[in-house]
């Protein structure tokens, strides 16, 4: 089965409202988790990451926090923006190479 | 710029037909591998390779082939095109191994858009 499991959309807000988009993963070995973002008509983007159990990544006002008790990876933003719509991948990497990513949450932002 | 580059963008193929994805990059990384997008199921590893001469199979091989003769080249072999094949499909890179890997990830193309009719 998939290794990776995310909330499953599509999830539309209004501007300025909290996101939440929750991840689960596989907990074999130690893996890295990372959240990808793919905007409309391009490739997927790094959005930000964690490589072990408590560490917390962030970026352009998103967040996500690696907890090994619960394997979760979900992501937060406080306050989104229209730009914020974009299909949203969570994805883990064990100790090598390949990423295995979740089915993709789509998030619509309306103004 | 730097990065991955894919082509074509747009392709329509006939049941049968046969073709290859172009995929480059020139950031000298190790890792390659290609990648099929479909709704509800994410992206899929078809095949990648993690060094000039080396490939392997991902989830989902059936129908393609892939060679890599070189750093920087990854193309990708639909041989004998079905309507199942519809898809983007997405060729990523990125370092091997190390501080480099986890720092900047995979570098994604912008994709291919194949419908197979």
């Known amino acids: 089965g998939n290794s990776v499991t995310q909330m499953e959309g599509p999830v539309t807000l209004s501007e300025e409202a909290f996101l939440t988009i929750n991840c689960t993963y596989t907990a074999t070995g130690y893996p890295s988790l990372f959240w990808y973002v793919q905007y409309p008509g391009e490739g997927l983007q790094l959005l930000l990451k964690a490589t072990k159990a408590d560490d917390k990544g962030s970026n352009k006002g998103f967040e996500a926090t690696y907890r090994k008790e619960t394997t979760s990876f979900h992501l937060e933003k406080g306050s989104v923006q229209v730009s914020d719509s974009a299909v949203y991948f969570c994805?883990?990497?064990?100790?090598?190479?390949?990423?295995?990513f979740g089915a993709g949450t789509t998030v619509t932002v309306r103004a | 710029n730097a990065g991955v580059t894919q082509t074509p963008k747009f392709q329509v193929l006939k049941t049968g037909q046969s073709m290859t994805l172009q995929c480059a990059q020139d950031?000298?990384?190790?890792?390659m591998s290609w990648y099929r997008q479909d709704p509800g199921m994410g992206l899929r590893l078809i095949h990648y390779s993690v060094g000039a001469g080396i490939t392997d199979q991902g989830e989902v091989p059936n129908g393609y082939n892939v060679s890599r003769s070189t750093t920087e080249d990854f193309p990708l072999r639909l041989l004998s095109a079905a309507p199942s094949q519809t898809s983007v499909y997405f060729c990523?890179?990125?370092?091997?191994?190390?501080?480099?890997?986890?720092?900047?990830?995979?570098?994604f193309g912008s994709g291919t858009r194949l419908t197979v009719v």
């Open positions: 994805a883990r990497t064990p100790n090598d190479y390949k990423l295995s």
């Open positions: 990523a890179s990125s370092y091997l191994r190390g501080e480099d890997k986890l720092n900047y990830g995979y570098t």
């Open positions: 950031m000298n990384h190790e890792y």
